[in-house]
């Protein structure tokens, strides 16, 4: 899979904004990123890169996701007990997650709600919210939540399901 242009391009101005060379390395680590769409961890990173490149060092994989981190195309999403996953969001609507306990499964989730409320809420209270997070954990269903379902494979942490909630 291929990075887009246009979040290519976002990090390459922001490198340059902020006076850092733009070097092949750092693009090549970002078009890494921008070509999933799953969460997944800094090791996971390095481990991708790593067979791209097998002399990028571990600390420029970590240095260059702080940079895009900083960017704000990349949001960091920590689940408790050190453990940080990321996913890029440049062309992802708003969404929220759900963590699974047990087999550490994210799905994503959206409702016009959760859109909705939380700025009314802020707005309500004279806040100026410039962006909101939803984390629900518990244990989803392939795990047990669900009751007659039958459990499958445990998929790894960092599996993502995309999930659009509808109202009942």
């Keep these: 899979m291929e990075a887009s242009a246009s979040e290519s391009g976002l990090f ?3 490198l340059e904004k902020r006076g850092l060379r733009v070097t092949t390395t750092r693009m090549a680590i970002a078009g890494i990123v921008f070509a999933t769409h799953q969460h997944f961890t800094p090791d996971q990173l390095a481990e991708w890169v790593r067979k791209r ?3 990028t060092g571990r600390m420029t994989v970590y240095r260059t996701l702080g940079l895009l981190v900083e960017s704000e195309l990349v949001e960091s999403l920590t689940l408790g007990k050190g453990r940080n996953y990321y996913e890029h969001t440049v062309g992802h609507g708003h969404h ?3 963590i699974c306990l047990r087999c550490g499964r994210i799905q994503e989730f959206s409702h016009p709600l959760l859109d909705q409320l939380p700025r009314r809420i802020a707005r309500e209270r004279g806040f100026a919210a410039t962006s909101h997070s939803i984390r629900i954990h518990g244990v989803c269903a392939d795990c047990g939540a669900g009751g007659g379902r039958k459990r499958r494979r ?3 942490p960092g599996h ?3 999930t659009p909630v509808t109202e009942s």
């Design 154 to 156: 445990n998929p790894g």
């Design 96 to 98: 929220h997650h759900m």
């Design 160 to 162: 993502q399901e995309k």
């Design 12 to 14: 390459r101005r922001f």
């Design 53 to 55: 490149d097998p002399t």
